[in-house]
């Protein structure tokens, strides 16, 4: 390892403490402008009472701070459950804005600063540390892969998965406990013109560094391979100006959020009751959002997916796909490619696909018939909060990502994303994209399936000469880079000519 190299990651595991640390700094102090500014009108004066003991009293605890305010209201929603007064139960979760305009102290009276004592430090660092890549020959090579602790489920690996898993899940049930975290992204979402920073920006500011940062990894570790430096220039245009800058920019606008490369059954809340409303309030651009939405889900895929197979979106374009390629490329050897996962994959994959459909059915029928329970027993609200939960938080996010040091990087494109298994579906028996195989070349060297992020195992292809069409194929084309021999080459053509 370089001395800048050396000198990266002490900066970045500095700026990384920094970030932690920050969460146990700071105090709050609840005031009554506070309330009337965070809680709805009808919920103000039913909450006042139950908040008058939290009111101007100094907290040098989050946690505690957290836990009473939780506290006052679960025992006045109690109240209401005790009597069946439903329609008083407060639902609203306003734990973190009351806690986020509580918040006192030094990281919220100097946010800029402790940004670039952490955040910006470790950007720094990881940047110091990937560079040096530049200098040593184009190629790609192992470096201890399959043996260094952070890549082969060693301790850091399984370290880094369990601070991701902890993550997501602070992020998607308790962000009240990270409004440090939120505060330290303030300045940079105020400055961007969509307003005091939310949770939900403070991740997608994260995922686009992410993803950049890594992306830099991979422009310089596959520099010798023309079609990864433009797949991956791709990925991290379209993940910071379609999947973060223009949507801030279209709220700033006052207009409705929207990931304008997201497609459904990916957008599994697309066609949601509140987002319909939303974009016909909103006039004509929102009309256009919503047959910009129509035309990528019903004609977009299948045309794209049969002229270029379903790595235009996948490889290319799609958010999940860019983290996956980018922080995830460490850890894509690490993907099961045993016969078993693949039948596991199958089940999985078209099963989610299902689910998204019948939810996404059901939920048009409430919205178009104003009734939420359809054949008497089927509740549509009560499936779609199910699917959000088991399926968009807990396996998109706390899995899909978690998981990457552990079963490799596209644990939730492989086994779950529902678009994945619609554009695989048209990959494999209507589309002219394949990789094609040179049997009588093949070395057996297995580089390719070490590399195939997808659990294929393409030298089982290559070695047969039979090309490779499988529907999980993302057509990332490593496989093709790292092959010594140019045995495997992404190529189009009719679809009767493949070999199978």
């Not at 997916?305 to 460490?330: H, I, N, Q």
């Not at 290559?462 to 499988?470: F, K």
Request: with cysteine.
């Amino acid at each position: 390892m370089k001395t800048s190299q050396k000198l990266g990651l002490l900066l970045f595991w500095v700026g990384f403490a920094v970030f932690v640390g920050t969460l146990t700094l700071g105090h709050y102090r609840l005031t009554d402008p506070i309330l009337q500014k965070a809680l709805k009108p009808e919920h103000l004066p039913l909450l006042r009472g139950r908040l008058e003991g939290m009111l101007d009293k100094p907290y040098s605890s989050n946690w505690v701070f957290v836990a009473d305010f939780k506290a006052a209201v679960e025992s006045l929603n109690a109240e209401y459950r005790d009597r069946q007064q439903w329609d008083k139960v407060i639902y609203d979760n306003y734990a973190l804005p009351v806690t986020l305009a509580s918040s006192r102290g030094s990281v919220a009276a100097n946010a800029p600063l402790w940004f670039w004592l952490s955040i910006g430090l470790a950007i720094a660092g990881a940047l110091l540390y990937i560079l040096p890549e530049k200098r040593t020959l184009p190629g790609i090579k192992n470096n201890g892969l399959y043996r260094h602790p952070a890549t082969n489920r060693g301790w850091i690996g399984i370290s880094l998965g369990a601070f991701l898993i902890g993550f997501y899940i602070v992020l998607y049930f308790y962000p009240e406990y990270i409004t440090n975290w939120v505060l330290l992204v303030d300045p940079i979402s105020r400055a961007i013109g969509s307003g005091p920073a939310t949770h939900w920006f403070l991740y997608g500011f994260l995922y686009t560094v992410a993803v950049l940062v890594m992306g830099v990894r991979m422009l310089l570790r596959y520099r010798g391979n023309r079609y990864q430096q433009i797949r991956t220039g791709s990925v991290m245009a379209f993940q910071l100006f379609f999947a973060f800058l223009i949507p801030e920019l279209l709220v700033t606008l006052n207009y409705p959020y929207q990931d304008l490369k997201n497609i459904w059954p990916l957008d599994y809340s697309f066609f949601f009751d509140y987002r319909i409303e939303e974009k016909i309030q909103a006039g004509t651009v929102g009309v256009f959002m919503f047959v910009w939405g129509l035309a990528l889900a019903f004609v977009a895929v299948p045309v794209l997916t049969y002229f270029l197979g379903k790595r235009w979106y996948c490889s290319w374009v799609c958010g999940c796909g860019g983290l996956a390629e980018t922080l995830g490329d460490p850890y894509r050897h690490l993907s099961d490619k045993s016969l078993k996962a693949w039948q596991a994959e199958r089940w999985m994959v078209h099963g989610v696909l299902v689910f998204a459909v019948v939810m996404t059915l059901l939920v048009l029928y409430s919205y178009l018939s104003g009734q939420s329970t359809v054949l008497g027993f089927l509740d549509s609200y009560s499936v779609r909060q199910s699917y959000g939960f088991f399926i968009g938080s807990i396996f998109a996010g706390v899995v899909g990502t978690g998981f990457y040091p552990v079963l490799g990087n596209r644990v939730w494109c492989r086994f779950g994303c529902p678009l994945a298994a619609y554009l695989g579906l048209v990959q494999r028996f209507k589309s002219r994209f394949r990789i094609t195989t040179n049997g009588g070349q093949c070395i057996s060297c297995g580089n390719c399936s070490a590399y195939c992020e997808m659990g294929i195992d393409v030298r089982w292809y290559a070695q047969r000469g039979q090309d490779v069409v499988r529907s999980s194929c993302v057509g990332c084309g490593i496989c093709s880079a790292v092959c010594p021999r140019g045995v495997l080459n992404l190529e189009t053509g009719p679809v009767e000519t493949r070999r199978i």
